[in-house]
C-alpha cells in the first residue's frame, strides 16, 4: 500500500498566496495637540508635573517650544524644591533608620535554641562583648584554677590577678616568714605557663 511521504503531503495542504506587492500599511497621523496648529503631532512631550505619565503629542515646533520652557519647579518654594531632591534619593519612596522595623523571632511555642552567636537575641536583653572562646590544654586549666580565675579571663584579670597573689605570699609582706613560699612559687609557675601560651 503506497503513502504520500510527509514532504508531499505538507507541499499539497500549505497554501501560498501569489507574490505581488503588499500594499502599505496606513500611515496614522495625530493633529498637533496645541489649538490652531494644522501640523502632524509626531512628538511626544509631557503633560504637566502633576500628571508625569499623561503625555501630548506636538508638532517639532511647538514640541521645542514647549520643552525650552518647561521649568519643573516652577511655582515651588525652596523648601519644596529641597524636599523634592532629598527625597529623589531614594526614588520618593519611605525610607527608616536602620535597626528600627527589623524582624524578630517570635517564639511562642517555647522551643529552645542554642544560639552561640546572639543571632536571636532580644534588643532587651543586654548586649557586652563576646570574649572569645578559648581551647586549653590541661596544663593551662589548672594554671587558672591555681589563680583562682575562671578560663575565660582576660589578660588584664590574669595581670591583676598575678601581682595581688605575689604581694599576699612573698616573705617580705609576710615579715619574713617562709611559710607561704611555696604557695608563691606555684602562683608564679602558673604565671609563666599562661604567659608562655601567649595569654598575658
Partial sequence: MATASKKD????????????????PEKKTRPCARAGCP????????RSRENLGEFIW?????????????????GMDEKSIESFRN????????TWP???????MHNPHGIR???DFGTFQNDAEPQGPRRPERTLTRLQMMAF??????HSATLIEIKARYKELVKR??????????????RLKQVIKAYGVLRASGMT
Avoid: Q
Fill in 113 to 115: 535554641v542554642e544560639d
Fill in 9 to 24: 503531503r505538507f507541499k499539497s495542504d500549505i497554501r501560498i498566496k501569489p507574490g505581488g506587492k503588499r500594499a502599505a
Fill in 169 to 182: 605570699y612573698h616573705p617580705d609582706a609576710n615579715g619574713g616568714d617562709r611559710g607561704a613560699e611555696e
Fill in 58 to 74: 506636538l508638532c517639532l515646533e511647538h514640541a521645542r517650544e514647549h520643552n525650552e520652557s518647561w521649568d519643573f519647579f516652577r
Fill in 39 to 46: 501640523g502632524e503631532g509626531g512628538y511626544r512631550v509631557t
Fill in 145 to 150: 584554677d591555681t589563680l583562682h580565675l575562671p
Fill in 98 to 104: 536602620l535597626g528600627r522595623r527589623t524582624a524578630r
Fill in 87 to 94: 527625597d529623589a534619593i531614594t526614588g520618593h519612596r519611605p
